[in-house]
């Protein structure tokens, strides 16, 4: 039976966009279970001792008959260069586990830190993050992302976000490019692109 995780944000004791969570944690229970959850994750969580104070990533772990939780403190990551991956045919619709075809496109970042994906010509993601292109104060993210994470949907339903078609051609172009997860909103991971096929980049300035 197939393994899902949800990753929240828990900063001071508060979740951070846990109606976010809980609607992709429903949805994605029905698709791979073909019912709804009996729980939801604001009961389950409301019943657990949790950090009062720091920062952690609230890890759940769930199948058809279990879910469990760690809460692991969190260090946010410094990132200063990305390599652009071919992904060939992969999908990624649900947020599991394992993820081993993922995996083996993260190892060939060589020594950056982390890849963008292209699949039939076009920008997705990266292995850890949405990715969010800045142009002129404008933000547009990939139309077609192999996962649409919490953060994203977040900015879209704000109207924050533009949906377009991003060709790899097309990276170079953008003055900045935000790297966005439910740990991460935009401007807290922003670098900007140098080059344009095995892509390196300059940390963006601290705003």
């Known amino acids: 039976m197939c393994l899902l995780i949800e990753s929240i944000s828990l900063k001071e004791g508060k979740f951070l966009n846990l109606a976010g969570h809980e609607k992709r944690y429903t949805a ?17 969580l409301s019943e657990c001792t949790i950090p009062a104070d720091g920062w952690y990533k609230c890890r759940l772990l769930f199948n058809q008959t279990e879910l469990t939780v760690d809460f692991v ?6 990132i200063q260069s990305a390599t652009i991956i071919d992904a060939g045919n992969i999908t990624y619709d649900h947020k599991y586990a394992s993820r081993p075809e993922l995996d083996a496109l993260f190892n060939q970042k060589g020594q950056t830190d ?5 699949k039939n010509g076009l920008v997705t993601d990266a292995y850890y993050y949405n990715l969010i292109f800045e142009k002129n104060n404008t933000w547009y993210t990939p139309a077609k992302p192999l996962l649409r994470g919490t953060m994203r949907q977040l900015f879209l ?15 170079i172009n953008f003055d900045a490019i935000h790297f966005i997860n439910a ?3 935009p401007g807290k991971i922003t670098i900007i692109p140098r080059y344009e096929k095995t892509i390196f980049f300059k940390e963006h300035p601290a705003k």
């Open 28 to 44: 994605s229970y029905q698709a791979c279970f073909g019912i709804l959850p009996e729980i939801t994750l604001g009961r389950y």
């Open 73 to 78: 403190p969190y260090v946010q990551p410094k």
């Open 114 to 118: 982390e890849i963008i994906m292209i």
């Open 157 to 171: 339903d704000s109207r924050k976000l533009i949906p377009a078609d991003i060709e790899q051609r097309d990276i």
């Open 183 to 185: 740990m991460n909103s």
